[in-house]
Nanobody, 114 residues
Framework: QVQLVESGGGLVQAGGSLKLTCAAS????????MGWFRQAPGKQRELVAI???????NYADSVKGRFTISRDNAKNMVYLQMNSLKPEDTAIYYC????????WGQGTQVTVSS
């Protein structure tokens, strides 16, 4: 089993920045890909960004150039630096890890006011 705990969400004005952190524990040796998804009210959960253990990244088109995902394999942490935030970025952000199966954190709320 893998446990994921997110932190760093909050309320920010449009144009501002936030940094999300996810700490992984448990059977972390099985994990390859980690990342972030988000779910806005009334919408499906969607990919934001993912990163492999080797450092390869993939971003949703809507966040390219504004968000940066990074990972510290030694600390079992993954980060999401979010800049130039927009009201449409408002959502619950979930940490994700993939090994033999997918694991999810509890989520952290990000609210961007206009």
């Amino acid at each position: 089993q893998v446990q994921l705990v997110e932190s760093g969400g909050g309320l920010v004005q449009a144009g501002g920045s936030l940094k999300l952190t996810c700490a992984a524990s448990g059977s972390i040796f099985s994990i390859n890909t980690m990342g972030w998804f988000r779910q806005a009210p009334g919408k499906q959960r969607e990919l934001v960004a993912i990163i492999t253990s080797g450092g390869s990244t993939n971003y949703a088109d809507s966040v390219k150039g504004r968000f940066t995902i990074s990972r510290d394999n030694a600390k079992n942490m993954v980060y999401l630096q979010m800049n130039s935030l927009k009201p449409e970025d408002t959502a619950i952000y979930y940490c994700y890890a993939r090994g033999a199966r997918a694991y999810w954190g509890q989520g952290t709320q990000v609210t961007v006011s206009s």
